[in-house]
Every structure is written in C-alpha cells, then in structure tokens.
Antibody, heavy 121, light 103 residues
Framework: QVQLQESGPGLVKPSETLSLTCTVS????????WSWIRQPPGKGLEWIGY???????NYNPSLKSRVTISVDTSKNQISLKLSSVTAADTAVYYC???????????????WGQGTTVIVSS | DIQMTQSPSTLSASVGDRVTITCRAS??????LAWYQQKPGKAPKLLIY???TLESGVPSRFSGSGSGTEFTLTISSLQPDDFATYYC?????FGQGTKVEIK
C-alpha cells in the first residue's frame, strides 16, 4: 500500500524559501504524476503544481514564478521549493499521487497527511 | 483557466437525508471531474472520479453524475460519518468546497 509522508521545516521566515519533501513508500514513483496542494487555515484547497516521474512539470500560473518541483527517483522523493514566501503562504501542504495521463484523469487517490508551514519572523 | 464553482457553500442536513452538491465548470471538462471528502485535520479522500466512477472502498450511498459543465455529487442517505467538506476538482482546479453540517 503506497504511503506518502511530507517533511520539512514548520516555520519559515518571510522572503525566504520554503522547502518540503514528500517520501513515497510501499510503491514506486514511476509512471505516476505527483502533485503538491496547499490549504491555508480555514480555507479551501489550492493546487500548486505537479511533476511526472520523468521530470516534466506543470505549475499553477499564480505561483509559477516562485515554485520549483523536482523528483529523485533513486530516493522515491518529490520536493517542493517556494521562494520569497509571505504570510499568505502559511498553509498545510499536501503531496498526492495523481492517476492521469494526456488522455485520462482518474483523480488524486493517495495523499500524505500534510505538513503545516507557518511563515513568520 | 477553468473555474470550478460549487453550490451551496454550506448545507445543513439530518441523518438519513438525501443530499446533492453541484459543481459547475466555466467551460466543458468532458467527464474529467473528481469529488473529494475532507474532514477537519485530515487529508482529502477521493470519492469519485471520471464524474461517476466510485473509488474502491467508497460506500455506494455516494454517487456522481454529469458531464460537460455541470456535475452533481449525491449522498443517498446521509450518515454521521458523512458530515465533512466536499470538493470537486478538474486537473489543477478545485471548487471552493461545500461544508455539510448537522441540522
């Protein structure tokens, strides 16, 4: 059974770079898309971007200039970097596995438990 | 960009009620729509994909329908475990969520 675990600093200073890692266990990263999604306190879900195991990416246009998602298949890990953070980036950050291709989209079927990141000095 | 609009934002219902949530897309998404359930402090859970296909392990009281720009999630008989927030999603866009509360 595939499990995802997000990890990283829970507190980031304004203007710095938020860095998180999602470790995939119980299965392979290969042949799936992997997304990052965030949820500010009391608000809805916001998709940040995805990466295919081969390394191709797609980002939310509203965050594109600040986001980098990468994959390390040898470690079964996906990473998120979000630069120049502000208080508005305070949120629970989730990673999720997407069952999709160019021809179909079967949803995000496996999610991590989420990790809270607070942006504050 | 495609926008997804859910209605209502909040829904008050009782155990045993039939509940329907609507999701409208700003342009056609064919049948590529998913529904998720989220409980406080927990990650979302996939309920339905491809508009009407029930994810494995999801109770049959949940159903989805629609295509193009209008979709519905129906809970045929609301159970205590179903009080939660529900989101529709198409690729990189989520609806704003519908909170199902106890009446």
């Amino acid at each position: 059974q595939v499990q995802l675990q997000e990890s990283g600093p829970g507190l980031v200073k304004p203007s710095e770079t938020l860095s998180l890692t999602c470790t995939v266990s119980g299965g392979s990263i290969s042949y799936y898309y992997w997304s990052w999604i965030r949820q500010p306190p009391g608000k809805g879900l916001e998709w940040i971007g995805y990466i295919y195991y081969s390394g191709s990416t797609n980002y939310n246009p509203s965050l594109k200039s600040r986001v980098t998602i990468s994959v390390d298949t040898s470690k079964n890990q996906i990473s998120l970097k979000l630069s120049s953070v502000t208080a508005a980036d305070t949120a629970v950050y989730y990673c999720a596995r997407e069952r999709r291709s160019r021809d179909y989209d079967y949803g995000m079927d496996v999610w991590g438990q989420g990790t809270t990141v607070i942006v504050s000095s | 960009d495609i926008q997804m609009t859910q209605s209502p934002s909040t829904l008050s219902a009782s155990v045993g009620d039939r509940v329907t949530i609507t999701c409208r897309a700003s342009q056609s998404v064919s049948s590529w729509l998913a529904w998720y359930q989220q409980k406080p402090g927990k990650a979302p859970k996939l309920l339905i994909y491809k508009a009407s296909t029930l994810e494995s392990g999801v109770p049959s009281r949940f159903s989805g329908s629609g295509s193009g720009t209008e979709f519905t999630l129906t809970i045929s008989s609301l159970q205590p475990d179903d009080f939660a927030t529900y989101y529709c999603q198409r690729y990189g866009t989520f609806g704003q969520g519908t909170k199902v509360e106890i009446k």
